[in-house]
């Protein structure tokens, strides 16, 4: 490798500009070559930055002399891609979510250690500077144990022609919530609706329960009048608003309930605190741009990224868990019922056949 890291990004449809611009403007990474099957998008590409070379099918761009690939393409491809690019000798990361399943993503994780690459799924909200502040609230136990979070992420659209809006939107939250916790819930329960289109859900109520005694409640829709970005953390010390479309995003509560020894037998009086309400400074950056150079220094320094493949992989395997309530509705899932290496156990044929086909066509 050089000193400079050499990119090539697959897939620039939504967030694939976005990508190219980054890696751009980003100190050590150079993109030098895009690839899209369809020429419009090529071609706007190359006229914003000519410098990179442009091809309509991923083998080509994997030909090319790059270190690195970013792919950011519909879910299903994700397997098909970030093998043929680890195969290739390519570092990866992919964006959100890491596979389409719990197997494919163990599959790549496996791969990716057997041919020591870097393999990252690309959960932008883990480098946002007021998650990350949270993050340092809870681990400073300036909230106390965490009673709840409560979580609205809901818009009007964009409805994906793919997926659900399970795994298009609870990726962000899930991956929040066990980088905030430190753990992946146990249990599951969800309900949905198709609205618009009956066999894809476009709105989801899901709870989530964590063995260390927090419970969640995230609401995921494509079906809001408004768009809504807000998250309650509840502690037994205070409390926090985060709301991603604030010019204040995170707002610290000294507030609370305790309940004092009874005086006399069966006397019981609450008492409510509320203090100050404080607005610490958050700093300013732009998460896609600490997460890409987050994805150079794990190539570079050799260090595990904060969007960790193993993340990548629990947050899949929670959104399996989803679907599986929401099939049995509203039915309390287990997410680790069955123990991933009994499922990758009993589909490691199919995944092998498809490993043996794309070596044969490389």
Known sequence: MTDSLRVGVIGLGYWGPNLVRVLTEMDGADVVAVCDPRRERLEMIS??????????KPQELLDDAIDAVVIATPISTHFELGLAALEAGKHVLIEKPLAASSIEAGSLISRAGELGLVLMPGHTFLYSPPVV?????IAADELGDIYFISTSRVNLGL?????????????HDFSILRYWLGETPKYVRALGRGCVIPTIPDVAFISLEFDSGPIAHAELSWLSPSKLRRTTIVGT?????????????????DAGVELPEPETFGQYKLTYRTGDVISPRV??????????ADFRAAIVDGRTSKSSAFLGLEVVKMIEAVDES?????ARVEVNGLPFSSRLDAT???????????????
């Open 47 to 56: 006229r914003r930055f000519p410098a990179a070379r442009s091809y309509e």
């Open 159 to 171: 409805h994906q022609p793919d997926v659900s809006v399970v795994w298009d939107l609870a990726p």
């Open 326 to 330: 929401l099939a049995t509705f509203g």
């Open 133 to 137: 502040c949270i993050h340092d609230l």
């Open 237 to 253: 010390r205070k409390m926090v608003v985060y709301d991603d479309t604030s010019n204040e995003p995170v707002r610290i509560f």
């Open 348 to 362: 490691a044929g199919s995944i092998q056949s498809r490993v043996d086909e794309r070596e044969a066509a490389i």
């Open 283 to 292: 700093d300013v950056a732009e998460p896609l741009m600490v997460e890409l």
